[in-house]
Structure formats: C-alpha cells, structure tokens
C-alpha cells in the first residue's frame, strides 16, 4: 500500500511545484501536463506535437521553443512524474504512524493522469525508461529511510534492497492495471479513494506478513551460505 498510496497526481503551477489553481499554470506547465495527458493516452510514438499544443491552448512552435523537441519534453514528463511521486511519498513518510490514507489518497486525485502515464511510458521500449526507473528507486529508498524514522515502517535489513523490491512490485501492478481493474474491480489509474479493494489486501501483506515465521530468517540463511559458496575462492 505504502508504495501505491500516492502514486498520482497534484495540481502544480509550473515554476514552484507548490500547487495552485490550474488557470494559474505557465505555459510551460501546461504544455507538460497536456502532454502527460496526451503521452498516456495515446503513448509518446503515437501523439504529434500539435496535439499537445492545442491541448495546452498554445503553438506548436512554442512547445518547441519550451523543451526543444518531443522526446525532451518526454523527459521533462517523466522528470515530473518521478518528483511528484517523491514529494507526496516523502509528505506521507514524514506523516509517520498517524498519516490518514484516505485524505492522502483523495489530496492526489487532482492534476494530470501520472498512473496511466507510467502504465504507458513504462512499456514503450524508450531508452529513458531506465532512468526513470533508477530515478523512482532512488528516491523510494530515501522515503522510506523518513518513513522509518517517524514509525511509519518498520526497520529492514537491506533498505536498498526492499525499496528497489517493493518499487519493480508497485510498477509492475501499474503496467498490469488492467488485469488489477479485471480481477479486483479497482482502476488503480482512476480516483485513489476508490482503491479500497487493492490498498486493505496489499496492506494486510506488507503490515501482517504472509509468511510463517521464522521462513525470513531461514531463507537469508541458505541465500548466504549460496552466496558465500559461490563466491570466487568459495567452495562449490
């Protein structure tokens, strides 16, 4: 839940990332959320730069002016995507054991579609794909270092290793919404607050556990004696 939690959108003004009324958006700012818009629906390949321009009520050539190019203005999407996911993620880290989900979720329900964004950039074979996914894990790790800090998550062993495990985890569901929407009757790219079915069950998982004790403990201690044994002047 923690990873899915806040993985949508906030209104932005453009210069400051603050927030504030969408008619107070740059042109900038426009064409970036136009764009995201645009780039989920129909995927980047797929979406000429006059379409984002007319969404955004502005030129073509001012886009260009803007970001250059349309893969540039593809990175400064994703750019957004990944700051907006860490800033609401650090926001509900810093918020500890007391952090209310559901006012979380419904403060994210504003703003262009992130969700559906990533679902579609994640698949579309670009090279930026990778930076954006390094960029999502590196910043998992840092809240959820806060978030243990203020309680909100418990101590782990391998923070790096949990925060890259549980991000490819939150990621592959966003790819799958379909199958999730199919299965659960939750559209996790559609309003948070209605993502009960998929939040209360993920939860349970990661706050309860699923294992029976004493497996965690086991499983470390046969994947270290591998590791040792296969490690160059180990035995085999």
């Known amino acids: 839940m923690f990873n899915v939690l806040n993985m949508s959108s906030v209104p932005d003004t453009g210069a400051s990332g603050t927030g504030g009324d969408p008619g107070d958006l740059t042109a900038r700012a426009r064409i970036r959320d136009a764009a995201i818009s645009r780039f989920a629906a129909d995927g980047v390949a797929g979406t000429p730069v006059r379409a984002i321009a007319a969404d955004a009520g502005v030129s073509a050539g001012l886009v260009i002016h803007h970001f250059g190019s349309k893969d540039a203005l593809r990175v400064a999407c994703d750019q957004h995507v990944a700051a907006t996911i860490r800033d609401r993620k650090q926001a509900a880290a810093a918020s500890g054991a007391n952090l209310d989900p559901v006012a979380a979720m419904r403060d994210g329900a504003e703003g262009p579609p992130l969700l559906r964004y990533l679902a579609r950039t994640l698949v579309d074979g670009s090279p930026h794909v990778a930076e954006l996914v390094d960029e999502l894990v590196e ?67 990661l706050s309860k556990g699923i294992l029976a004790e004493g497996l965690y403990d086991r499983l470390r201690a046969a994947f270290a004696v591998e590791d040792a044994t296969s490690a160059p002047g180990g035995q085999t």
Do not use: F, N
């Open 139 to 205: 910043d998992a790790v840092g809240y959820m270092a806060t978030g243990i800090e203020t309680g909100m998550l418990k101590p782990v062993d391998d923070l790096r290793g949990c925060a890259t495990v549980l991000t490819l985890w939150s990621l592959g569901s966003v790819v799958l919404h379909e199958h999730v929407q199919r299965l659960t009757g939750v559209d996790l790219t559609g309003d948070p607050a209605a993502t009960g079915g998929w939040a209360v069950p993920a939860s349970e998982i």
